[in-house]
């Protein structure tokens, strides 16, 4: 679905918001957490941890995270929870982020 403005009801409704906390030296490095999160909040970082591994940080728009806990489930070495922070209003750069993430010329969801 295509938004073009604001949902005139969009004052009655808001987005959940989460705080991602990772405990690097349990990650992997398998990119599970990255590679599934919906919002794109995550990308691999350069650091290295203990086991010498690549664990994931947050990228720039890391207020994206909606605290699905997807993240949470996937992990395998339970490193990664969030915490579930105040609801955000509802904004025109939502609805557009939205109707960008989920177009077609978006290719992280276009299959070869
Ligand atoms: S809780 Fe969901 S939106 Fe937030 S970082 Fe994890 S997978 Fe992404
Ligand atoms: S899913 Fe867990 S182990 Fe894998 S990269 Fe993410 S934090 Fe590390």
Redesign the pocket.
């Known amino acids: 679905m295509r938004f073009w403005r604001l949902p005139l009801d969009s004052e009655s409704h808001s987005i959940p918001h989460?705080m991602?906390h990772i405990i690097e030296n349990r990650c992997k490095g398998c990119g599970f957490?990255i590679e599934?999160?919906?919002?794109?909040?995550?990308k691999q970082s350069k650091r290295f941890n203990a086991k010498g591994y690549h664990p994931p940080e947050l990228v720039l728009q890391a207020d994206?995270?909606?605290?699905?806990?997807?993240?949470?489930l996937?992990c395998p070495e339970f490193a990664?929870f969030?915490e579930l922070k105040a609801p955000k209003k509802i904004t025109e750069e939502d609805i557009r982020k939205v109707t960008t993430r989920y177009s077609r010329k978006d290719t992280r969801f276009i299959k070869p």
Not at 36 to 42: D, E, I, Q, V
Not at 64 to 72: A, I
């Open positions: 989460g991602v957490c599934f999160c919906p919002n794109g909040c995550l994206d995270c909606v605290d699905c806990g997807l993240c949470t996937i990664i969030t």
